[in-house]
């Protein structure tokens, strides 16, 4: 593969007909003479291209923006190329040999001035603007398993929490929360966390509504959805940006199954308050709702598809309980108010009739429902996803070949066919000791640490938050990820 930078347009002619006979040259001189003069050979024939720079083998690596190689020189990584087969390379694997050698990475244990000269609980206030000195891998090391040991013992492992997630660029082996996880089992167990910030709320309905938390599983394998589908709605997703990462390693399939569908001729729709990438270029219908308005228009799209008469009564009525209660609650029965198309419109502003129409065709077509995360981080976050697989039920195409509905198209290689070859297990976080402690919500964090002893409602059940004395984080950090970083620094502090 090869490499021009922005100022290749100045390469004359001339001079690329004058390298190329150089370069056709090379084949003879490598028989004809010693190897340093064919180095100086190339030598020459490399300068009639002042902008190129030639492809080389680099080490084989990856992270969260797909695979690469890369380019070391005299012991630094000074570039990086993608791998020959990626469908998609991702403009953010450039962005790595600063990451390796940024000017900011912390090399060298720090410790916190107060903390350090005066122990644990020295001015709090300062956490966050305080000084930082550096000591040694042994005292640092010190440091940190004594306060283990002192936390463990005075106040139990219910008062230390092995910290968020986060998004570190590791192997298997070297997966520092898992790390961390085995290393706090083995000094007496901890407080965990459950769910993530991506999908905290759509994760836990479905478990109940599907039986699978959905939005990390397998979705209908590409092939068969360019196939056999017939309209694709995009509910809230813009995969073209999202599809670039991934929380291991991307493969980038997804986008190549978007170009497919666009050079098949399907018609997407997607529904989405901004007219976004993704829409751009699959040549997208645009249907923008209000923000944070779905549930309001899927309802009016389910009450069309009954009016109508557009909805499979024999598969509600096989493969799911509970329609008569939202059946009840749709035509308005409790509340006087029938969820129609005019009452959807008041709420999520697009016009009735479009409402109607979008109805009528997914009812007409094999139709694969593609949505997306960010209409669930809202308060009630659980109704969109519970909302879109009852409208997917009563379109009675869950099952059928390119048909139903899918929560991750637009994440981690969502709909790339299924690996059948082995996996390379990573290190476990072991067992947990007995009786060791709930876990909290993820995003609960801030309130956990300013309310100890504060009782929720959590999954069907009720979480009561431990008094925590020590956080230990390795890989992540909660700052980037929480919601309201104000109140977080405040209740760290």
């Not at 007909?17 to 040259?25: D, N, V, W």
Request: charged share 20%; aromatic share 8%; proline share 5%.
């Amino acid at each position: 593969m090869t490499f021009f930078n922005d100022q290749q347009t100045n390469l004359s002619r001339r001079t690329l007909l004058k390298g190329l006979g150089a370069c056709a040259a090379l084949p003879l001189l490598a028989g004809l003479f010693p190897k340093s003069a064919l180095a100086k050979a190339v030598s020459t024939a490399l300068e009639q291209f002042p902008t190129l720079v030639p492809a080389q083998k680099g080490i084989l690596t990856g992270a969260h923006w797909g695979a690469f190689e890369a380019i070391v020189s005299e012991g630094r990584m000074v570039r990086v190329q993608p791998v020959a087969d990626d469908p998609a390379p991702n403009d953010l694997i450039d962005m790595a040999p600063f990451q390796v050698h940024a000017k900011n990475r912390i090399k060298y244990p720090m410790v916190r001035k107060s903390w350090l000269e005066h122990g644990p609980g020295a001015r709090p206030e300062l956490r966050g603007a305080d000084e930082w000195v550096r000591v040694s891998w042994e005292k640092a090391i010190d440091l940190v398993a004594g306060e283990i040991q002192r936390v463990q013992s005075d106040f139990g492992p219910q008062a230390i929490h092995a910290g968020s997630y986060g998004w570190k660029s590791v192997g298997m082996f070297h997966n520092s929360r898992t790390l961390l996880h085995r290393l706090m089992n083995l000094a007496g167990g901890f407080t965990g966390y459950a769910g993530d910030y991506s999908t905290g709320a759509a994760q836990v309905i479905m478990s109940h509504v599907m039986g699978s938390i959905e939005v990390y599983e397998q979705q209908t394998a590409w092939p068969n959805v360019v196939e056999h589908a017939e309209l694709v709605v995009l509910w809230g997703v813009n995969a073209q940006v999202t599809l670039k990462n991934s929380w291991n390693m991307p493969d980038h399939e997804g986008q190549a199954g978007f170009k497919a569908l666009k050079e098949k001729g399907t018609r997407v729709i997607s529904i989405d308050p901004v007219y976004n990438e993704t829409a751009k270029q699959a040549n997208a219908e645009w249907i923008a709702p209000n923000a944070y308005t779905d549930v309001a228009m899927m309802l009016g799209v389910a009450h069309t598809l009954y009016s109508e008469k557009k909805h499979d009564q024999a598969f509600l009525d096989r493969y799911t309980v509970g329609f008569d209660t939202f059946l009840a609650y749709l035509l308005g029965k409790d509340d006087g108010q029938p969820k129609s198309a005019e009452w959807a419109s008041a709420i999520c502003g697009v016009e009735a009739k479009v409402i109607r129409q979008l109805a009528l065709d997914m009812a007409a077509k094999r139709t694969m429902i593609m949505a997306g995360w960010g209409m669930q981080r809202q308060h009630h976050g659980e109704q969109p996803n519970w909302m879109l697989v009852t409208l997917a039920a009563m379109l009675g195409q869950i099952g059928l070949p390119g048909g139903g509905y899918g929560f991750s198209y637009h994440y981690s290689s969502g709909g790339s066919p299924t690996a059948k070859g082995g996996i390379l297990a990573g290190i476990s976080a072991g067992s947990a000791p007995k009786n060791s402690p709930a876990p909290i919500p993820v995003a609960r964090i801030a309130d956990c640490l300013a309310n100890p002893g504060k009782t929720i409602d959590f999954n069907g059940r009720k979480v009561t938050y431990p008094d925590i004395k020590l956080v230990y984080v390795a890989g992540g950090n909660p700052f980037h990820h929480h919601q309201d970083t104000n109140n977080l620094l405040q209740a760290w502090r």
